[in-house]
């Protein structure tokens, strides 16, 4: 069951990546040559009315990157804390002494590995 929830969730987060990739390309490469070629077919006379319209394009366009940047931080954050949290209360360690770091517990390598 876990490893179908853990290739479940690596599936979404890959989604979550397309998902920016795509909506980076299109703001950085794809919407600046539309602008460009839309320019060049427009009357000057109505390039004023026109020019809010790609402007409130391009805000909808960084407003969707930030949103879904913002949920896969979020995710992938409380991921880590579930992770890290579960392991420091479960790996039977007591915490209240300190004690000089020897090896990495295994965790902490599964952490590393994901």
């Given at each position: 069951?876990?490893?179908?929830?853990?290739?479940?969730k690596?599936?979404?987060?890959?989604?979550v990546?397309?998902?920016?990739?795509?909506?980076?390309?299109?703001?950085?490469?794809?919407?600046?040559?539309?602008w460009?070629?839309?320019?060049l077919?427009?009357?000057r006379?109505?390039?004023?009315?026109?020019?809010?319209?790609?402007l409130?394009?391009?805000g909808?366009?960084?407003?969707?990157?930030?949103?879904?940047?913002?949920?896969?931080?979020?995710?992938?954050?409380l991921?880590?804390?579930?992770?890290?949290?579960?392991?420091?209360?479960?790996?039977?360690?007591?915490?209240?002494?300190?004690?000089?770091?020897?090896?990495?517990?295994?965790?902490?390598?599964e952490?590393?590995?994901?």
């Amino acid at each position: 069951f876990e490893r179908a929830m853990s290739s479940s969730k690596d599936e979404e987060t890959k989604s979550v990546l397309v998902v920016l990739a795509n909506l980076m390309h299109i703001q950085k490469r794809v919407l600046p040559q539309l602008w460009g070629q839309c320019w060049l077919l427009v009357p000057r006379r109505y390039v004023p009315k026109i020019e809010p319209e790609t402007l409130r394009v391009n805000g909808l366009y960084r407003t969707l990157s930030r949103m879904v940047m913002d949920e896969y931080i979020r995710s992938t954050t409380l991921h880590l804390s579930t992770f890290i949290t579960k392991g420091l209360t479960t790996s039977g360690r007591d915490w209240s002494k300190h004690k000089t770091v020897r090896k990495v517990r295994e965790y902490m390598l599964e952490l590393l590995l994901e």
